[in-house]
């Protein structure tokens, strides 16, 4: 029992060792719904929360606190699959999201830009110069879309567990060597991780839920035991906290809650402090 997140490029074969691995392991694999259930959180529609992520990350910036409700849905969803256990996840993000949990196995899978391009070539019919053109933007785009959201670059290898080069390396070969890896010990779910999960899972769905009421919101789960820690103008203090224990007390998995308000301050110019 473990979670493996599986990064990839376009047409680097990761999605077929995904596949295949979860099939081995009789693993749930999982993608796209995660993207879906995150636009649904976030109020956009699909097609646009594509475009945000594969083209212009910069498309978040256009709502209020965009970029801190797309990253909080997708927080939320994501952990939401990983504290049901046994899932693969391939696609963007998802080894940003198992930080701290031991089993959480995170690979890189990447392949020879030839074998890229001819793909892209057959698929799309198009020249070679096209097909190559369309794979460097869409990486460019990917590394891009990580660095503004996150700050980290999903091509540095030290953040995976398993770097696999599929080349002399089959797709066969690289779904049998992560289930190999994936059945160490050091993987395995324990009742001590699987509960982290959990309340990181909680946690995420909580902030997710409180971002419409303040941005400047943080939260920690810890057995149902939800404490929320939020800045907020000594004015309106009281009708905040009021809203906030309405929203948290409403998600299930809340056993109780506790609200830490740090005010803040507003200056002559209209800016806050902190």
Request: glycine share 4%; aromatic share 6%; net charge neutral.
């Amino acid at each position: 029992m473990a979670i493996i997140t599986i990064s990839r490029g376009s047409y680097s074969k990761g999605k077929d060792v995904a596949k295949l691995v979860a099939d081995k392991l009789g693993y749930r694999c999982i993608a796209r719904e995660v993207l879906l259930d995150a636009s649904r959180d976030f109020n956009i529609p699909e097609i646009r929360l594509v475009r945000a992520i594969h083209d212009a990350p910069s498309i978040l910036d256009r709502f209020t606190h965009g970029k801190e409700k797309y990253i909080a849905s997708f927080r939320a969803a994501m952990l939401k699959q990983f504290a049901m256990d046994n899932v693969v996840y391939h696609g963007l993000a998802g080894h940003f999201f198992v930080k701290g949990i031991p089993h959480a196995l995170k690979v890189r899978i990447i392949a020879d830009m030839e074998d890229r391009v001819r793909t892209e070539m057959e698929r799309m019919k198009l020249p070679r110069e096209e097909a190559l053109r369309i794979l460097k933007s869409d990486d460019e785009e990917r590394r891009k879309w990580s660095m503004h959201l996150y700050g980290i670059d999903t091509t540095d290898p030290s953040l995976y567990d398993l770097v696999l080069h599929v080349r002399k390396i089959s797709v066969q070969d690289a779904a049998d060597m992560i289930c190999q890896v994936v059945n160490l010990e050091r993987f395995r779910t324990t009742e001590d991780s699987q509960k982290k999960v959990q309340d990181m899972a909680l946690a995420a769905e909580v902030k997710a839920a409180l971002l419409d009421i303040n941005s400047e919101v943080e939260v920690v789960a810890n057995g149902g035991v939800v404490k929320v820690d939020v800045k907020v103008p000594l004015e309106e203090q009281e009708e905040t906290v009021a809203e906030i224990g309405k929203v948290v007390k409403a998600i299930p998995g809340v056993q109780d809650f506790n609200i830490k308000v740090h005010q803040k301050v507003k200056l002559s110019d209209g800016r806050f402090f902190p």
